[in-house]
């Protein structure tokens, strides 16, 4: 017998019994089967379950026939870890384990394939996912420990130990790890705690932190995808998470920690995954206008009442998790992410609660124009200032070019030459940047990288030339991946991968050439599509 894809809480908080639903039945297509996951109260899967299943299945039963642990029982076994100055996996079981028996969604993460970025997926079985939401959690953790008291701890485990370049000690770890920081750390930990009233706040963004990338499954991705209408399906990460925590059997088969929350905190979490919105990815000016959509349309009651909030936060543990592995499971708090993204969140929040609602291009403009002004004052004063007083400007060019500078980081010394080079001759890319395209609104993942550092050395660019070779491109690659979206009307953000271009620039190393050698490498690509049409992947010759 092949064993169900599932695994259910057989009960709700405080232990009240959860209704019933009948499994499907068992499938003959076994790329539909994600193993290691079963049901703790089919008869049909306790039966064909022996041996080490019949462990998995006992491990994943416990925890749900007994009240759940609390947050000083996780902290409990941190501390009980070898800590930042010492890592070893051995000493890291207890935690880990702990995490597996109370989140069987961690196990996701570990089965199968996982889609760590569009077109690219992990090797079967690698742990890398994992890790960085363990890393997340133990993040999470950290700020709890903070409140409890034991300020010393939080920060050593989010900026202690050999970290290379990112520690206390080195470039440019000095500058940036906020061990250095100790105040800023304080201020992040204090804010984000304002939101956490209770144990159950605190326990509930733990769950949403363990789920949080299962959609990168495609096992997962597939199976939600199977009880969908067609015009729900997608290949959307976030999207397919959002939608499976609405639907009951899929809760109740694939989260059962979340089914767990009740279903005030259910739906909260899934108002914040609809939103589909990348707060790293905005402040690079990376996202297309269109992703700001589901923010914008956001009920203010969600707004005001922490969900945003909640989901706006994951983003900064998940990225304090990211380096995470099995050796050294400990997340990093880095300045420009705790301190920088913890500002732009208060900002968003803010412009989404006052009257009214603003449109994407304001939105998206207000956002980036704060950077930007502190980059380039005197253009700004001079010569941007007045332009921006035609809404045309603002919503078309002026974007653009605050969004092509975010992806430099504002480190591109010309913005004069970007000026002129987007009024004369790129007139496909503003459209495409500035969201005016028919049907789907494209995004070049890594663009920031791809941009910056095919740049190369010359960032002060007096003749300007540099830009524009980097600019042709990029407008290249908009035109090549919408000849291949013409027949498509729905709206939607396309996503194209274009880190093998990054993975030539850094091969180069000095003998890089910018902007020209970026052009070269853009016209001589091709990409490869999903079946969905939502994401490609740059090949290069």
Same mark, same amino acid.
């Given at each position: 017998?092949?064993?169900?894809?599932?695994?259910?809480?057989?009960?709700?908080?405080?232990?009240?019994?959860?209704?019933?639903?009948?499994?499907?039945?068992?499938?003959?297509?076994?790329?539909?089967?994600?193993?290691?996951?079963?049901?703790?109260?089919?008869?049909?899967?306790?039966?064909?379950?022996?041996?080490?299943?019949?462990?998995?299945?006992?491990?994943?039963?416990?925890?749900?026939?007994?009240?759940?642990?609390?947050?000083?029982?996780?902290?409990?076994?941190?501390?009980?870890?070898?800590?930042?100055?010492?890592?070893?996996?051995?000493?890291?079981?207890?935690?880990?384990?702990?995490?597996?028996?109370?989140?069987?969604?961690?196990?996701?993460?570990?089965?199968?394939?996982?889609?760590?970025?569009?077109?690219?997926?992990?090797?079967?079985?690698?742990?890398?996912?994992?890790?960085?939401?363990?890393?997340?959690?133990?993040?999470?953790?950290?700020?709890?420990?903070?409140?409890?008291?034991?300020?010393?701890?939080?920060?050593?485990?989010?900026?202690?130990?050999?970290?290379?370049?990112?520690?206390?000690?080195?470039?440019?770890?000095?500058?940036?790890?906020?061990?250095?920081?100790?105040?800023?750390?304080?201020?992040?930990?204090?804010?984000?705690?304002?939101?956490?009233?209770?144990?159950?706040?605190?326990?509930?963004?733990?769950?949403?932190?363990? =789920?949080?990338?299962?959609?990168?499954?495609?096992?997962?991705?597939?199976?939600?995808?199977?009880?969908?209408?067609?015009?729900?399906?997608?290949?959307?990460?976030?999207?397919?998470?959002?939608?499976?925590?609405?639907?009951?059997?899929?809760?109740?088969?694939?989260?059962?920690?979340?089914?767990?929350?009740?279903?005030?905190?259910?739906?909260?979490?899934?108002?914040?995954?609809?939103?589909?919105?990348?707060?790293?990815?905005?402040?690079?000016?990376?996202?297309?206008?269109?992703?700001?959509?589901?923010?914008?349309?956001?009920?203010?009651?969600?707004?005001?009442?922490?969900?945003?909030?909640?989901?706006?936060?994951?983003?900064?543990?998940? =990225?304090?998790?990211?380096?995470?592995?099995?050796?050294?499971?400990?997340?990093?708090?880095?300045?420009?992410?705790?301190?920088?993204?913890?500002?732009?969140?208060?900002?968003?929040?803010?412009?989404?609660?006052?009257?009214?609602?603003?449109?994407?291009?304001?939105?998206?403009?207000?956002?980036?124009?704060?950077?930007?002004?502190?980059?380039?004052?005197?253009?700004?004063?001079?010569?941007?200032?007045?332009?921006?007083?035609?809404?045309?400007?603002?919503?078309?060019?002026?974007?653009?070019?605050?969004?092509?500078?975010?992806?430099?980081?504002?480190?591109?010394?010309?913005?004069?030459?970007?000026?002129?080079?987007?009024?004369?001759?790129?007139?496909?890319?503003?459209?495409?940047?500035?969201?005016?395209?028919?049907?789907?609104?494209?995004?070049?993942?890594?663009?920031?990288?791809?941009?910056?550092?095919?740049?190369?050395?010359?960032?002060?660019?007096?003749?300007?030339?540099?830009?524009?070779?980097?600019?042709?491109?990029?407008?290249?690659?908009?035109?090549?991946?919408?000849?291949?979206?013409?027949?498509?009307?729905?709206?939607?953000?396309?996503?194209?991968?274009?880190?093998?271009?990054?993975?030539?620039?850094?091969?180069?190393?000095?003998?890089?050439?910018?902007?020209?050698?970026?052009?070269?490498?853009?016209?001589?690509?091709?990409?490869?599509?999903?079946?969905?049409?939502?994401?490609?992947?740059?090949?290069?010759?």
């Amino acid at each position: 017998k092949i064993p169900h894809f599932i695994s259910s809480d057989p009960t709700g908080p405080g232990g009240s019994p959860l209704p019933q639903s009948r499994p499907s039945q068992p499938s003959s297509d076994t790329s539909s089967i994600m193993p290691g996951f079963y049901s703790v109260w089919c008869g049909e899967c306790t039966a064909c379950c022996q041996g080490t299943v019949g462990q998995v299945v006992e491990e994943i039963a416990s925890p749900y026939t007994k009240a759940r642990p609390r947050m000083r029982d996780f902290v409990t076994a941190l501390k009980q870890c070898a800590g930042v100055e010492c890592p070893d996996c051995d000493s890291n079981q207890p935690l880990l384990k702990l995490f597996d028996l109370h989140f069987p969604e961690l196990r996701i993460y570990r089965s199968g394939t996982i889609q760590t970025s569009p077109g690219v997926e992990e090797i079967q079985g690698s742990p890398t996912e994992y890790y960085r939401t363990v890393g997340a959690m133990i993040a999470l953790l950290a700020a709890y420990v903070y409140t409890t008291g034991d300020e010393e701890l939080a920060l050593d485990i989010c900026t202690g130990g050999n970290r290379g370049p990112m520690s206390k000690d080195k470039v440019p770890g000095k500058f940036i790890n906020l061990g250095n920081k100790p105040d800023e750390f304080q201020k992040f930990c204090d804010t984000f705690a304002m939101g956490m009233k209770t144990e159950e706040d605190w326990w509930a963004m733990l769950v949403f932190l363990a =789920i949080h990338d299962v959609g990168k499954s495609d096992q997962f991705r597939h199976r939600v995808n199977q009880i969908l209408s067609p015009n729900k399906r997608t290949d959307d990460h976030d999207r397919v998470l959002a939608l499976a925590l609405l639907e009951p059997e899929l809760l109740e088969e694939l989260m059962p920690s979340v089914r767990r929350l009740g279903p005030e905190r259910i739906q909260r979490i899934a108002d914040g995954f609809a939103t589909n919105f990348q707060l790293p990815q905005l402040g690079q000016g990376e996202i297309a206008v269109l992703s700001l959509r589901g923010l914008i349309a956001l009920p203010k009651t969600r707004v005001l009442d922490g969900t945003l909030t909640a989901y706006l936060y994951h983003s900064i543990f998940d =990225i304090a998790g990211a380096a995470c592995n099995e050796k050294f499971i400990w997340p990093l708090a880095i300045s420009p992410v705790y301190s920088g993204f913890s500002q732009s969140m208060e900002d968003l929040i803010v412009r989404l609660s006052g009257e009214g609602k603003p449109d994407e291009r304001s939105l998206y403009y207000d956002f980036l124009y704060n950077n930007f002004k502190k980059a380039y004052p005197e253009f700004e004063e001079n010569t941007f200032r007045a332009l921006c007083d035609s809404r045309l400007f603002r919503d078309e060019t002026g974007l653009v070019m605050l969004r092509i500078l975010a992806l430099t980081r504002n480190m591109y010394k010309n913005p004069g030459a970007l000026l002129s080079h987007l009024s004369l001759s790129f007139q496909t890319l503003v459209n495409e940047m500035a969201g005016n395209a028919r049907g789907p609104q494209i995004m070049l993942y890594y663009g920031p990288d791809m941009l910056r550092m095919g740049l190369g050395k010359d960032m002060d660019d007096e003749s300007g030339e540099n830009l524009r070779q980097a600019l042709g491109g990029m407008e290249h690659l908009y035109r090549m991946i919408r000849s291949r979206l013409e027949n498509q009307t729905a709206e939607y953000q396309f996503e194209l991968n274009v880190n093998p271009i990054v993975v030539k620039i850094k091969e180069a190393g000095a003998n890089w050439q910018g902007g020209s050698a970026l052009y070269n490498l853009c016209t001589s690509a091709t990409f490869s599509c999903n079946e969905f049409l939502t994401e490609g992947l740059i090949k290069l010759p």
